[in-house]
Structure formats: structure tokens, C-alpha cells
């Protein structure tokens, strides 16, 4: 999952878009598959921001405008992808969009980390992942950003090198003061314990915008959840995340926040049953 603040792809163009009312400042990216802004994004986006909008009474008309040109030239510059930042509780704006044409898209969601969470069904055992199990915790941050790619409408690359999650693995392997990286593994008695699923949480400081969006000074970002697809629905996913939760609880953090694609028929009813709402959503259209 994208990290929000240390991503390393350039702007390559800022374009100022101007109306009556409304006016939306965009940034055109594109980045490789090999880039580690990976998991949300495709490969050409234009991106207006949550502080790179602003809408005046009753400007629908000119939003809907804004967004035509904003298409015209992202077509002209082979973008594939506008994505709008709103905050969530922004109900005419994002009513403006929608209006507009873009869909929802994806989430940053947040749910308190107060132990909400309950074990359905204890099959695996949680551990905490060393350097031993790289070869693993690569191969499942592959299958979630795969299964992403492949049944969402991210409209992410499924081109992405596995050196990509080679140097996520090392990054999250190597950071272990911050970052716990936890993997669920059969409770079979016989025989070698095979992993099943994944979950990477960083402890993060909130950047500003989320801070006026209500998130503590520090939450816990969930960067990877992934149950390898033969083990789904079984109980996997609800004990890591439970292991987790327990993790930010222990270091005093009171909020835990992720990512999610709101197509993601796993994903979406998992988290929300977990209490995760959406604090900010992005909508999207597709160019061309
Ligand atoms: C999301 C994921 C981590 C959940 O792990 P899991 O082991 O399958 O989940 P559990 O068995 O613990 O929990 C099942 C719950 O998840 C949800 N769920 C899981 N798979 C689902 C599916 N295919 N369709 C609908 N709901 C699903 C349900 O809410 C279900 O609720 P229940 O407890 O009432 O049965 C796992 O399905 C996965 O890796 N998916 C693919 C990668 C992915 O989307 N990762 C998340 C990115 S944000």
C-alpha cells in the first residue's frame, strides 16, 4: 500500500484549473511498476488533492466543468486516471464529483484500536516475522497487490517486479523499531508450519491533514493484510489483525488507519466489521 507521505514519485506537471466557483489544482504523475507507490494508483494519474480543490456555493455546474478540461488535458498527456481527494463527511462535494463523473475509488479509513476485534475461529498461530521468512512475506505482499490488480478496479499494474517487494520486505524487515510484520502459519502439529497470510503495521506519525481529520499525533497503518487465497474466510485474517490491533495497543496507539479499494469484495466488509470508516475518499475516472 502506497505510503502517504514518502512517495517517490514527481510531479511532472501542475496545471491550474479555473472557474466561476470552483477550482481544482492537479498533478499529473507517472511513475514504473517497479515505483513503490504500488498498490492504489495506476501507472498515470492525475491527482487533486485534498487541499487542491475548493467548490463555492452552488458551483456543480462549474466542478462538472473543471473536470472536462482536467480530462481534455490529462487525454492530451496519455494519463490514464483523475483521482479526487474528499473528505468524507464532505457530502456536497462529493455529491459535486459523483455529479461530475467520477466513481469512488478508494479509502483511507480509521478505526479505533481500543481491542474490538474477536477470533472467530483460532486455527493459526500469529508470530512475529524475522528475516528467515522473507521469501514468504514477499510472496504474499505480491498476492495481495496481484489479487488488487486482477479483481478490483484500482486499475494497478499486475507487471510489478518481485524486487519491488523484495526491497518492501527488506524495508519493513529492516525497520523493525516501528514496524511489526506478522505472519499467521498452520497450527498443523506434523509436519513443516506453512504461512498463510500476512499483516505489515508501521507505527506511523499522522501528517497534518489527518491530524485535522481527527487522527492522534501517531496511528498504526495497516501497509499489507494478505491470506493467501486458499486459506481465506477461515479465520486467518480476523487473527492477524487481532495480533495487530494488540501491537498498536501496546505501544499507546489509539488509532489504527488503512487503505482500502472500495471494490475490494474481501476487503471491504472485512475491515468495516472491524470498525474501520472512511475518513477520506478518492474518487476516479478513468481517461480515454
Ligand atoms: C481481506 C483478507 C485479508 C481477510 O482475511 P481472511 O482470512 O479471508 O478473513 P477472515 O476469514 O478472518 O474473516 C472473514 C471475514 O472477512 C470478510 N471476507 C473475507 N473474504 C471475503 C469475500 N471473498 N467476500 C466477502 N467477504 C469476505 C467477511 O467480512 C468475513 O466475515 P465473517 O467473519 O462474518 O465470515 C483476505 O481475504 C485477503 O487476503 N484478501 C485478498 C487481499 C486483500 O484484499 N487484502 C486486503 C487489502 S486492504
Not at 231 to 253: D, K, Q, Y
Request: aromatic share 6%; proline share 4%; charged share 25%.
Amino acid at each position: 500500500m502506497p505510503d502517504r507521505d514518502q512517495t517517490e514519485q514527481r510531479p511532472i506537471e501542475r496545471e491550474e484549473f479555473r472557474r466561476r466557483a470552483a477550482s481544482l489544482l492537479a498533478r499529473f504523475r507517472s511513475h514504473t511498476d517497479a515505483d513503490p507507490e504500488w498498490t492504489y494508483l495506476s501507472p498515470s494519474y492525475a491527482l487533486v488533492g485534498l487541499d487542491e480543490w475548493s467548490i463555492g456555493d452552488g458551483a456543480a455546474a462549474d466542478v462538472d466543468a473543471c473536470i472536462r478540461d482536467l480530462h481534455r488535458s490529462a487525454a492530451r498527456r496519455g494519463i490514464q486516471r483523475i483521482v479526487v481527494e474528499v473528505v468524507a463527511s464532505d457530502a456536497p462535494a462529493l455529491a459535486a464529483f459523483r455529479a461530475a463523473g467520477l466513481r469512488d475509488s478508494s479509502v483511507f479509513a480509521v478505526a479505533s484500536s481500543a481491542g474490538t476485534s474477536s477470533v472467530r475461529v483460532q486455527v493459526d498461530t500469529v508470530r512475529t516475522a524475522g528475516t528467515e521468512d522473507r521469501a514468504t512475506i514477499v510472496a504474499l505482499a505480491r498476492e495481495e497487490a496481484l489479487f488488487q490488480a486482477v479483481s478490483t478496479s484500482a486499475g494497478t499494474s499486475v507487471h510489478q517486479p518481485v524486487a519491488l517487494f523484495e526491497a518492501l520486505a527488506d524495508d519493513w524487515l529492516g525497520d523493525l523499531g516501528s514496524t511489526t510484520v506478522l505472519v499467521a502459519e498452520t497450527g498443523l502439529p506434523t509436519g513443516r508450519p506453512e504461512i498463510l497470510g500476512l499483516m505489515v503495521v508501521q507505527d506511523t506519525e499522522s501528517a497534518a491533514s489527518e491530524r485535522g481529520l481527527g487522527l492522534p499525533e501517531r496511528h498504526g497503518y495497516i501497509a499489507v493484510a494478505s491470506v493467501t487465497a486458499t486459506a481465506r474466510g477461515r479465520g486467518t485474517g480476523s487473527a492477524l489483525f487481532a495480533a495487530a490491533e494488540a501491537w498498536c495497543v501496546g505501544r499507546g496507539l489509539d488509532a489504527i488507519a488503512l487503505d482500502y479499494i472500495v471494490d475490494n469484495a474481501a476487503a471491504r466488509p472485512f475491515w468495516s466489521a472491524r470498525g474501520f470508516r472512511p475518513v477520506v475518499i478518492r474518487l476516479a475516472m478513468r481517461v480515454g
